[in-house]
Every structure is written in C-alpha cells, then in structure tokens.
C-alpha cells in the first residue's frame, strides 16, 4: 500500500508540474500573441494550432496507449526490443503520410478560409510532424515505465524554446517579426524537446534490428480504436472553433477561442490525473481484473472535481476581470461566451476518465464508436446554431452536447463495472472535509 501511494505522489507530482509548465507556456504565449497580434492573425493562427492539434493527437492515439499496453503486458527484454522497434517504425510511417496529407490540406483550407498565411503556416508544420517522431516514442517509453520525470523535462524544454521566442516578440515589436516564424520555432523546439527526452530515456530504450511485423499489426490494430477516439474526441472540442472561421471569418474564432483558452486551464488537473491512471489501471486490471477500475475511477474523478469547481464558481462570478487580465478590453465581448465554456470543464473530468477506463479495459472499440457520436452530434447542433444565434450558438451547442454524453458514459459505467455516481462526489467532498480539517489543525497550531 506504501509502494503504490508512492508511485501516485511521485507520479501525481511529475505528471502535473508537466502539465502546469505546459499549460503555462501555452497560457503566458497567448498571454503575449493575444496583444502583439491583430485579431486577424490571432485567429488565423488559433485555426493553424486547432488543425496541427488534431494531427498530433491523431499521432497520440495510435502509438501511445498501445505502446504501453504493450510494454506494460510483455517484462522480456527482447519482446520489447521488438515492440520498440514495431512501434517506432510504425510511427515514422504515420509522420510520412501525415505530412503528405498537410499539403493536401494546405490547399483544401483555400477553399475553406481562403489565407495564404494559414497554407504557409501548415506547409512549414511538416518539418516539426517529421521531428515529433522521436520526441513522442522516447516520452511513451518512459511513460510506460512510469517515468513521469523524463516527460516532464522533455516537454518543459520543447515548450520553453517556444515561449522564450514569443517573449522576445512582445518585448522588442519592431524587430519584422512574421507570423511563419512561430511555425519555425515550433520545429526547433521539437528538436531540443526529442534530445531531451532521448538522453534521460535512453536507458529504456532498446531496439530489434528486426522488423517484427506481427507486433506492428498488433499496435496499429490497437491503436486504430483509439486514433477514431482521439480524432473524434478533438474534432468535438473544437468543431466550433473551426466552423465559426468558416461561417463568419477568424476573428469570430479569435475571440472564441479567447474563452475557450481560459476555460481549459481547469483540465490541468484531469490531464495530468489521465496520464498516471492509464498506465496503472492497465496494469491493475491486467493482474486483478476488471473490477479494479471502479474505485480508480470514482476516486480520480472525485479528487478532479474538487480541483476544479474553485476555480470554475470563481471565472464564472468575475469573469469580466478574468478577460481583462488576461487578454484585455479588446476581447470583453467573449465575456458570455466564457460563462458558458466554464461548465464544459465540469464534464471534462467524467470524460476524460471514461475514456481511460474503457482503454484501459481493453475495449477502445467502444471508446471509439461513442466519442465518434459525440463529434458528430457536437458538429450538427453547431451548424444549425451557430447559424441561428451566431458565435453564441456555438457556446450553446457544445454545451449540449456535453451534457447528452455525461449522461451516456455514467450509464455504461454503470453496466460495466458498476460505477456509481454519487460515490464519486462522496469523494469529492472528501477532498474538501480532509483539506478543511487540515487547514484548521494548522491554524489552531499556530494559534497555541
């Protein structure tokens, strides 16, 4: 019990300092671009991240959760040389492919948003899709073996690069500073990030001079599932953004997005919480069964909800100051919209997890089929709303669209390993009492 309260500290501590420096390089860029661009460019250049975004999860889905699997089921050493290899190569393939269909898309988006910056943007992209390649084996490897140290520092180093550069835009404005440049320096910081990752993972790191093709069918086959998923599930969260640069014109994307970029800061913790559950739910259920998963969902979902609803009752009581001291006055009128994307953050943690469960459960089909749905369901009451109410109706069927799902997740937990709603916000006051509790035993100390 000791052992595995140190793994979920140790990794818990890891996994998030991760994904806060992430989401803080993400933050303190927009933080910059938001000001030093027109509202033109930001949208334009929100498009470009949504687009690279999904390729890259789409890259996620169908190395990652396989790779681990994989590694996690299979302890001899020449199995996992093998797999390694299967896995790398396999990955190289989709980068290739990947970056064909990039100047396919590059001239399809004419069409759709009609920008010679964004095709630009897009042509130079395949350089950092080509230089990803390394960087997201070598962090996989050592998310397999629990190493959430090596994630972290990788990924700190791939971000930082970025954000230093963005930091010398906004201080020296005058210096011909182009949007393409932001794309360049995203290839660079894949660089340094995959240097990174190799040199503190080297030591997990064992290749098969021979190409192993049943393992390569076995993780594509696994990983198709969860490409479907991780493509629907992105292509769900940012349908909306892509339709209103379509329907109306990229500064309607720019000040969404606004809102968007503030709300998802509260999916830190669920990001981070994912990350560490997967691997372990793999291998608990692996040894124990399915009926493991239930109480690591309960009570990760619990203790995510009582990180977030803070932070989401207070940007829905001041969100007028939130906007401000963010992105300024210029993007007050994302003010409602912001409202609204607040509570998508609520559902978030449910989502997230039942994903994970079901991956882990080895039932990605179904993870598949119902983030699919999702996607869909999400991009036709965007059509018809945002036709009808504008950048709002986007707001409002995303919404929607969350909820609906809510619901459908918690009843096939339900069915599947009995899963129980009110358990999990049990643990989520829980967090509350122990932390209340805890707060007052110090203050009496310091009182005495």
Do not use: C
């Not at 660089?191 to 990752?197: D, R, T």
């Not at 210029?330 to 997890?353: H, T």
């Not at 916000?425 to 509790?437: E, P």
Request: a positive charge; zero cysteines.
């Amino acid at each position: 019990m000791k052992k595995l309260g140190s793994y979920w500290w140790k990794s818990g501590a890891y996994t998030f300092l991760e994904r806060f420096s992430l989401q803080l390089f993400r933050f303190g860029s927009f933080y910059l671009l938001v000001r030093a661009l027109t509202k033109v460019e930001f949208g334009i250049w929100t498009l470009f991240l949504i687009i690279t975004a999904i390729v890259e999860v789409v890259r996620i889905g169908l190395i990652q959760n396989a790779l681990i699997k994989a590694l996690t089921s299979n302890k001899d050493e020449k199995v996992t040389a093998r797999i390694n290899t299967a896995s790398f190569v396999l990955n190289v393939i989709f980068a290739l492919i990947v970056s064909l269909l990039l100047v396919v898309i590059a001239r399809l988006q004419m069409q759709w948003f009609g920008d010679v910056l964004l095709e630009n943007l897009l042509h130079m992209y395949i350089f950092t899709n080509l230089l990803l390649v390394p960087f997201f084996h070598f962090t996989f490897v050592a998310q397999a073996k629990f190493d959430f140290k090596t994630i972290f520092i990788a990924n700190f180093f791939r971000q930082i690069v970025f954000f230093i550069f963005v930091l010398i835009v906004f201080l020296v404005p005058n210096w011909g500073f182009r949007v393409l440049h932001l794309a360049a320096v995203q290839a660079i910081g894949a660089l340094v990030g995959s240097l990174a990752a190799y040199w503190l993972g080297r030591k997990y790191i064992s290749f098969s001079p021979k190409l192993d093709l049943d393992w390569v069918r076995w993780l594509f086959h696994y990983g198709k599932y969860v490409i479907g998923t991780n493509l629907s599930s992105m292509l769900s969260k940012s349908i909306d953004q892509l339709m209103l640069g379509a329907m109306i014109s990229p500064i309607a994307t720019a000040v969404y997005g606004t809102a968007i970029k503030i709300a998802n800061l509260v999916e830190v913790p669920t990001q981070s919480m994912a990350a560490i559950v997967f691997p372990k739910t793999s291998q608990r259920i692996e040894e124990e069964g399915t009926h493991a998963a239930k109480g690591l969902y309960e009570k990760s979902v619990g203790v995510l909800l009582a990180l977030i609803v803070p932070g989401v009752l207070f940007v829905m009581l001041f969100p007028e100051f939130v906007i401000q001291l963010v992105a300024g006055d210029q993007y007050l009128d994302a003010v409602p919209l912001l409202r609204i994307a607040m509570l998508y953050g609520l559902f978030v943690p449910f989502s997230r997890q039942f994903g994970t469960m079901l991956d882990a459960m080895g039932k990605p089909g179904v993870n598949f089929f119902l983030v699919m749905m999702g996607a869909i369901v999400n991009g036709v009451l965007n059509y018809f709303m945002i036709k009808s109410m504008g950048i709002m109706g986007a707001a409002y069927a995303t919404l929607i669209s969350y909820a609906l799902f809510f619901v459908v997740n918690q009843i096939i937990l339900y069915r599947e390993v009995g899963i129980q709603l009110w358990r999990v916000l049990v643990y989520t006051l829980d967090v509350y009492s122990k932390g209340f509790f805890l707060l007052r035993k110090k203050l009496v100390g310091k009182g005495s």
